[in-house]
């Protein structure tokens, strides 16, 4: 299970889900954003990329950070629709992991954000991707999770500003 493809596979079917109508989705993607949140959180809200079988493994990188933090607030903005008073635990999650971003990925020298964590492991350079391509790279969904985030709590609008 690659946390990338299956958080953007829970933004999905949250979306899909509530515009047709189908609670059965959203429910569903509730179930896999709460498993990836019970395996692959380690240290302190950190991410791990790849779940095979109950082994999560590899550093989170910032698509994966990015991406999850995405469906965690697509899971807000939709799951009091089926279980009201339940948004506010995904918000919390969502803005958990978005700290974590800004802590670990964060360029303190420019704008943007690195592919890899401060703690990843050794490269002779750490890249920074601002164009989507097949799919959206990590700063672009950052945008979003920022914007999402600011109009469901009020914060994050300095981190959005930057980045916009």
Not at 51 to 76: I, K, Q, R
Not at 91 to 104: D, F, P, Y
Request: net charge negative; aromatic share 14%; proline share 2%.
């Amino acid at each position: 299970m690659l946390v990338f493809w299956n958080s953007m596979m829970i933004s999905a079917l949250c979306e899909a889900g509530f515009y047709f109508g189908e609670p059965a989705w959203v429910e569903k993607a509730e179930l896999t954003a709460n498993k990836i949140w019970d395996k692959c959180i380690f240290d302190n809200n950190r991410l791990r990329s790849v779940l095979y079988g109950d082994e999560a493994t590899f550093n989170g990188y910032l698509d994966d950070y990015a991406s999850y933090a995405h469906a965690l607030l697509s899971l807000a903005s939709k799951i009091d629709w089926i279980s009201p008073g339940k948004s506010s635990g995904y918000i919390e999650k969502a803005e958990t992991i978005l700290e974590s971003v800004t802590q670990h990925f964060k360029d303190p020298d420019s704008t943007g954000y690195f592919f890899t964590s401060d703690d990843h492991e050794d490269l002779v350079r750490r890249s920074k991707d601002v164009m989507d391509n097949a799919v959206p790279c990590g700063n672009s969904i950052l945008l979003h999770c920022f914007s999402e985030a600011h109009n469901l709590t009020g914060r994050w609008l300095d981190e959005y500003t930057e980045l916009s």
